[in-house]
Nanobody
Framework: VQLQASGGGLVQAGGSLRLSCVAS????????MGWYRQAPGKQRELVAA???????NYADSVKGRFTISRDNAKNTVYLQMNSLKPEDTAVYYC??????????????WGQGTQVTVSS
């Protein structure tokens, strides 16, 4: 299974972007889908995640500004980012944890998409 992330770009502070991540094939079972980010010189951190049951979890720094959602029929997870701040600048990665088939666990990462927020 390959993940293709898109939607990054350059935006002014206060602006919005919507990231998308689509899987190359139907995934047998998904435990959770998430978005992580890594800024230069910093460790990769969880931004938001959504479980198979629809429960969501957000980093404190993005609560109230970012929304994660998923479209199971399209094998896609989204991250709507509003009120962007310069400190949101990072490479954003999508992640899927589950099973690609009944016998093989899956922990897949997308290639990353750059988000740059100018002040």
């Amino acid at each position: 299974v390959q993940l293709q992330a898109s939607g990054g770009g350059l935006v002014q502070a206060g602006g919005s972007l919507r990231l998308s991540c689509v899987a190359s094939e139907t995934i047998f079972s998904i435990n959770a889908m998430g978005w992580y980010r890594q800024a230069p010189g910093k460790q990769r951190e969880l931004v938001a995640a959504i479980t198979s049951g629809g429960s969501t979890n957000y980093a404190d720094s993005v609560k109230g500004r970012f929304t994660i959602s998923r479209d199971n029929a399209k094998n896609t997870v989204y991250l709507q980012m509003n009120s962007l701040k310069p400190e949101d600048t990072a490479v954003y990665y999508c992640n899927v944890v589950g099973y690609s088939d009944p016998w093989n666990a899956l922990d897949a990462w997308g290639q990353g998409t750059q988000v740059t927020v100018s002040s």
